[in-house]
Each structure stands twice: as C-alpha cells, then as structure tokens.
C-alpha cells in the first residue's frame, strides 16, 4: 500500500485533483474490496480474508468520497489526458470495458526486465484507490495491477453470497441425492444438528426428512441456498431421461421387474419435454438459479431489453412530445433506426442505449427518465440523430450571417427568430445591424472558421453536439477522430457514438447532480437548463413523467390529457 499516489505534490493533488494522504504499509492477508456509487457518492467496504476464507471486515461503515462520481469526468480528464473516455471507464469499473482501447498499461510494455520505475512511467491505466488495508490504517493501490481479480454483480462473486455447484465441487452424489453432511460443508456448518437416531438411519427417504428438517429449520441456511448457482442436465431434456431415471428398475426401487410400466413412465415425462423444439444443443448441462434471487439480483443490472424500451414511446402524447408511435413504430426508431422527412437515426439505438447507461451511471429509474425526456425531444422522439436544415440554416446559424440574410429573416421569418430568441425586441434596423456581428463572434468563439463549418458541425448525437470546438473535445475524450470529413457524420450515424456523446455531455456537464433531486417538473427544467436547446420545455417534461411512470413498475397508470400508454399491436 502506498501512503499517496505517484507523482502528487506538497498540496496532495496529482494534476489537480486532490488525494487524501494515506498510511503506507503492507497487508498480512487477501482483502476483498467493495466499492459502488449513490447519488455521487463513492463508498468503499473492505474484508481481510483468512486462510480458511472467513471474512473480517476492516470498515464499520463504508468509507465516503464525496461528489466522487459527479466529478469522475473532471478526474478523467485531468488523470488521463491520452484517452478520457478510457479513464472514465477506469475510474467507474475498474477495467476499459469499450473497444478500442487506447491507454497502456505497464503490462503492455514490450521491454522485459525495464526497471520498476519506467514501467510505471508507461503505465497510462494507473487508477489509484483508497483501501482500509488494516484496522484504521487507509492507502493507495493501484487496481490496474493486472494481478488484482476485478469482478462485477455480473461476475456472480462467491464473497457476495454465490456458490457455483458443479462436477467435483457438488452436496450431490452421482444418483443426484444431497447428503447432509455434504451439504453442512459447502455451507460452513460444523454444528451437529441430528440426533444419534438420525445419524444411523439407513433408509433413504428417512435420510430425506433428515436433509428437509435441517434446510427448513437450521438458521441461515435457506438464504446461503438461494445463492446456489447448479450445473444440472436439464429436466426439460429427454437425452438424459435413462441416466436420470434408470435406477427406478433396480431392486427395491418402484420398476423393480416392471420394464412395461417403466417404459410408460418415460413416455408420459417425454410428452411434457420440448428441449428437442427449441433449437438448443441437446446434451449440454446447464445453470439453474433460484427464480427469486436471480430475479432481485439480474435486476441491479439495469439492462433493458427491446421490448422494454418500446414501451418507453407513449402511444399518445402532445404534439410536440411524439404524438402518436405504434408499437411497430416505437420498435422500428430503437431497432432499425429512421430516415425520412423527419431526419434520420442509425440502427441498434437499443444496444447502444444500455450500453452508455451503464458506462456513464444512468442507472436508476430517476437518471433514465430525467436523460431521456430530454433525448427524446432533442431527436423527435429518436426520429433524427442530427438537426434538420439544409445548407443556407447551418451556415446562418453557425457560421456567416449577412445583413441581407437578417433583413429577410425580419420580413419573412419575425416569429421564428423571436422564438428562438434572436430578436431580443430590437426593431428591424437594429436587429440587421447588430445580428451578423453576434454570429460572427460566437462562430469564430466556438471555431467554425472554415467554410462549411456551419453545415460539418451541425447538432448531432442524442444530445447535439454543436461546432468545431464542441466536436474537438469530443474526440480529444474519445481519443478518436471526429473533426476530419467524413467523420462527423459518426456522431450521428453510428448508434454507439449517437449514444455516447450524450452521456459524455450529461457526464461533463454533471447533469445527474440536478437529476438526483427529484421527480417536479421543476427538476425537469433544471436538467433542460443545462442542455439547452430549443424549447419544448413541456414536450420535456410529459416525456420524463411518462419514462418514470414506466420504468418505476408503477401499476397506476399516469393520468394525463391525450397521454396513452404504449401497447403491442395484435
């Protein structure tokens, strides 16, 4: 353990972002750490581990870092100027999860038997952690170390409570019958609880009442159960029908010298087997779960399959939050994406959705719903992943703005420049004479300064990214190209890119500080003040309200005027 992170000054900082000082030191035994985010706020929980593996845990309660996660941009950027977007998943998981990846690990490095300090002078992926190593005592690590073992939920961790039953390490004997003594040692058990009459019954189904009295009524133990993961043929499938079942002819057993009743047992069990029908391998062992627990736990995910973000499009809202989507609709702009007059969206939006959910901690019912009421205004409802306009609006929108182009505005086009906010109640002359100026300046400020940068960085993604400038920081964070023709028109052709750069502007602009306040409209139209765009602040707020409705599991339906919940078509 370090006492600080490499390279931080007399001020505890390391390019400006502030480590507390730590004490130094080594630990006598394996820890096993938790970490995990809550509105913004990292905690950490750490266990030492001892030989027979028992757990001791070091904290009594989870040691806080405030506001950790709300900045893990900021501390992205500033930690990992070769590839932010890499730190980013460093700094959340642990691990790079995306593809490319562009940071280096010392690991990589090609040169064997480079001194210690070189190595860690090429180890771009050092993501330094504070850990309780001992009673009292915190210090550095860093979990880049490919010798550190980085699990998820999704890695079902045995210290969480999953144990994974299967060949050679089973309470089960090769008939499939548990044995209670068997069963004691996979739970730790070493209290006796059976009678010396129970510890010398022979009888089989008596040794069952034995196994069932001391499940259901041992503390403790019907909970360690339900985190049994099982490697077992399948009931379901007929190819394991004689091994299974084939002792039931053996002597005492019910087919003992009865193969014609036998044969009728199997022929009725096979009349309720459709392994064969579904295409699967037949044969193969699979993973059982307890229902229940896989359920409470599958759900932490956060994942959302197709048919659950259909539902995410009311079938009936106002005007300007969607109007009315089928169902075939709904799944078509998720799936297959869109192109006609309403603009165009790329393919797979559902994946890319999940995905950049999770990488940037849109996880909670709250966070998604606050995101996508305002993605789902800002793109028509996922109609169009670019802004709509031809030649002439992006280059008098973003780049040159003549006096001729703002006399004809005035004349022909008052309520449109009045809405967007342009007129600021100057009459005709003073708004010809003042408003090229204004473009001029805010062009040249945000870097479209060659011709055609008004149309190359027009608004696009989930939630548009604007200008030269606004695409370069894009791609300074991605570490990928996003300024050079034809690649801009990535943002809004590529589902994964449409989808990340909105989590990056939510991420960067620390909106999920203002999403974690709450449901009120008012907490709406703090998140669509930092967004920004062109109104719609009601369109916003009815597709938050019916998002939350929807991914809260709430049985009541919203009431709202001409808002209809989405329903599959027959």
């Not at 993973?287 to 627990?293: D, E």
């Amino acid at each position: 353990m370090s006492r600080s992170t490499p390279g931080t000054d007399e001020h505890h900082k390391l390019h400006g972002i502030a480590f507390e000082p730590g004490q130094g030191g080594e630990n006598t035994q394996p820890l096993h750490v938790e970490v995990y985010f809550n509105k913004g706020q990292k905690y950490t929980s750490v266990w030492s581990v001892a030989d027979d593996g028992t757990r001791t845990l070091l904290t009594a309660t989870p040691v806080v870092e405030t506001d950790y996660e709300y900045d893990l941009y900021k501390r992205a950027t500033a930690l990992y100027p070769a590839c932010p977007s890499d730190g980013y998943e460093l700094l959340r998981f642990g691990r790079i999860l995306s593809s490319p990846v562009t940071l280096v690990s010392s690991s990589a490095n090609p040169s064997a038997g480079t001194a210690s300090l070189n190595a860690q002078a090429v180890n771009q992926c050092a993501t330094w952690f504070l850990v309780t190593w001992s009673a009292g005592q915190k210090g550095y690590i860093d979990i880049s170390d490919p010798t550190i073992l980085k699990l998820s939920d999704a890695d079902f961790p045995s210290f969480t409570g999953w144990e994974k039953i299967s060949d050679g390490h089973t309470p089960f004997d090769q008939d499939g019958l548990c044995d209670v003594e068997r069963l004691k040692k996979f739970l730790k058990d070493a209290k006796d609880h059976q009678t010396p009459e129970e510890v010398a019954l022979t009888d089989e189904y008596r040794k069952e009442d034995v196994l069932s009295r001391y499940v259901r009524t041992t503390d403790g133990v019907r909970a360690k159960l339900r985190g049994f993961v099982c490697e077992a043929p399948g009931e379901w499938d007929s190819t394991h029908n004689e091994t299974r079942y084939g002792k039931l002819k053996e002597p005492g057993e019910f087919y003992e010298g009865n193969e014609a009743g036998y044969r009728k047992f199997i022929a009725f069990l096979e009349s309720f087997q459709f392994w064969d029908h579904t295409g699967l391998a037949a044969g193969e062992k699979l993973w059982f779960f307890h229902p229940l627990q896989f359920i409470r736990y599958f759900r932490r995910c956060g994942w959302l399959s197709l048919r659950e973000q259909i539902q995410l499009l009311p079938r009936n809202s106002m005007p300007d939050a969607g109007g009315q989507i089928s169902w075939h609709e709904s799944r078509k702009r998720l799936s297959e994406g869109n192109n006609d007059a309403r603009g165009q969206s790329p393919r797979g939006m559902w994946l890319a959705l999940n995905r950049m959910h999770i990488k940037y901690g849109i996880n909670s019912s709250l966070r998604k719903a606050h995101f996508l009421g305002q993605v789902l205004k800002e793109t028509g409802a996922l109609c169009s992943t670019r802004e709509n306009g031809d030649a002439t609006y992006f280059r008098k929108m973003y780049e040159s703005y003549t006096s001729s182009d703002a006399a004809y505005d005035y004349d022909h086009k008052y309520n449109w420049i009045k809405k967007l906010g342009f007129l600021k109640d100057r009459d005709r002359s003073t708004y010809i004479a003042e408003r090229p100026n204004e473009v001029q300046i805010k062009a040249v400020s945000n870097g479209n300064v060659q011709p055609g940068d008004g149309a190359r960085f027009k608004g696009r993604g989930l939630i548009h990214l604007t200008w030269r400038n606004g695409y370069s920081k894009y791609e300074q964070y991605r570490h990928l190209n996003f300024t050079t023709d034809p690649n801009p028109e990535l943002v809004q052709s590529s589902a994964d890119v449409a989808a990340d750069s909105g989590g990056y502007f939510w991420a960067r602009n620390r909106i999920n500080i203002k999403a974690d306040k709450g449901a009120r409209d008012e907490d709406v139209q703090r998140c669509f003040n930092v967004v920004g765009g062109a109104g719609g602040l009601p369109a916003r707020q009815q597709f938050f309200r019916y998002v939350y409705f929807i991914l809260n599991d709430n049985p009541k339906q919203i009431t709202e005027l001409g808002l209809k919940r989405q329903i599959e078509d027959a």
